[in-house]
């Protein structure tokens, strides 16, 4: 099970950081990763983080927002600098737990809202 916190309402330019927590160990996952989905568009891809420590950007983050990973905590973090009005959606963490090459564990969601 995978719990996302730290979502909120900011003005552009602002920071959010969020929180995954898993429930298990995240040392066997191979694959966790950060997506989010705004009203009325399709679910993108924000940041993939590999267990080797690899870490893939969707191209409008990318310079501003750093995902990492902390096994020890079972947690994975998605810390968002200079925000703009169109980061706001859902954003779900996602981890590839039995190991398949897809998401088959997915967390709530939590909201962004980026005001100007």
């Known amino acids: 099970q995978l719990v996302e916190s730290g979502g909120g309402s900011v003005q552009a330019g602002g920071s959010l950081r969020l929180s995954c927590t898993a429930s298990?160990?995240?040392?066997?996952?191979?694959?966790m990763s950060w997506f989010r989905q705004a009203p009325g568009k399709q679910r993108e891809l924000v940041a993939l983080m590999t267990q080797g420590g690899a870490i893939n950007y969707g191209e409008s983050v990318k310079g501003r927002f750093t995902a990492s990973r902390d096994n020890a905590k079972d947690t994975v973090y998605l810390q968002m600098n200079n925000l703009r009005p169109d980061d706001t959606g859902v954003y779900y963490c996602?981890?590839?737990?039995?190991?398949?090459?897809?998401?088959?564990?997915w967390g709530q969601g939590t909201q962004v809202t980026v005001s100007l």
């Open positions: 996602a981890a590839d737990i039995l190991a398949t090459g897809t998401y088959d564990d």
């Open positions: 298990a160990s995240l040392y066997g996952i191979i694959m």
